[in-house]
Nanobody, 122 residues
Framework: QVQLVESGGGVVQSGGSLRLSCAAS????????VGWFRQAPGKEPEGVSC????????SYADSVKGRFTISRDNAKNTAYLQMNGLKPEDTAVYYC???????????????WGQGTQVTVSS
């Protein structure tokens, strides 16, 4: 079964850290760029970070630059998002996907996870 499964979300105090995992099954994640997105209640989805499939280059939204780090372990078929210095405004459902661009209508050949909730208390 082809799927992406996120894990690692939870409730953390402001200033704390979490590491999200994005585990792929049924396909080779290393062949894809991986994007992390988030959506807070009442807000549009936001691209958080991306790691490319070819050279491993990374990019970050300005709002998380210097605090979040994206990485991947091809041997484990998993991507990660290390989140440090968390702020209440980071509270959202976080999704990983095999795309670094958010499309209003998801492309049929992109894989998306089901999301994991991150809640940062002040």
């Amino acid at each position: 079964q082809v799927q992406l499964v996120e894990s690692g979300g939870g409730v953390v105090q402001s200033g704390g850290s979490l590491r999200l995992s994005c585990a792929a099954s049924g396909f080779a994640l290393y062949a894809y760029s991986v994007g992390w997105f988030r959506q807070a209640p009442g807000k549009e989805p936001e691209g958080v970070s991306c790691i490319s499939f070819n050279d491993g280059s990374t990019s970050y939204a300005d709002s998380v630059k210097g605090r979040f780090t994206i990485s991947r372990d091809n041997a484990k078929n998993t991507a990660y998002l290390q989140m440090n210095g968390l702020k209440p405004e980071d509270t959202a459902v976080y999704y990983c996907a095999t795309t670094c661009t958010y499309y209003q209508t998801r492309r049929p050949y992109d894989f998306w996870g089901q999301g994991t909730q991150v809640t940062v208390s002040s």
